[in-house]
């Protein structure tokens, strides 16, 4: 069992930044490939960036690929997600979600675990 739970958000300025973080709980924290989400309001959940169990491999949507940075800390149970360059339509909520597996992926359902989100607005 794997608890995770996003902090990080607010409100910001377009072309500000943000960083979230999302601690997860568990001794195996290593083994599992992470991903970030998004939902914005009336729109589908939809894939931000994901990273492999090492740190070694990531993969972005087109959308935030050159201004959003996915990482991770194995020895502090957290992945963060760096975001520079903010736009309006980044504003959503932003999930973190856990793969019992060393490679993450874009598909929503072969994740096994959810963070419950937390708030990202950004203003024009």
């Known amino acids: 069992q794997v608890q995770l739970v996003e902090s990080g958000g607010g409100l910001v300025q377009a072309g500000g930044s943000l960083r979230l973080s999302c601690a997860a709980s568990?001794?195996?924290?290593?083994?599992?490939?992470m991903g970030w989400f998004r939902q914005a309001p009336g729109k589908e959940r939809e894939f931000v960036a994901h990273?492999?169990?090492?740190?070694?491999?990531?993969d972005y949507a087109d959308s935030v690929k050159g201004r959003f940075t996915i990482s991770r800390d194995n020895a502090k149970n957290t992945v963060y997600l760096q975001m520079n360059s903010l736009k309006p339509e980044d504003t959503a909520i932003y999930y973190c979600?856990?793969?019992?597996?060393?490679?993450?992926?874009?598909?929503?359902?072969?994740?096994?675990?959810w963070g419950q989100g937390t708030q990202v607005t950004v203003s024009s």
């Open positions: 990273i492999s169990w090492s740190g070694g491999s990531t």
């Open positions: 568990g001794r195996t924290f290593s083994s599992y490939a």
């Open positions: 979600a856990a793969v019992s597996r060393l490679w993450g992926s874009r598909r929503q359902n072969e994740y096994d675990y």
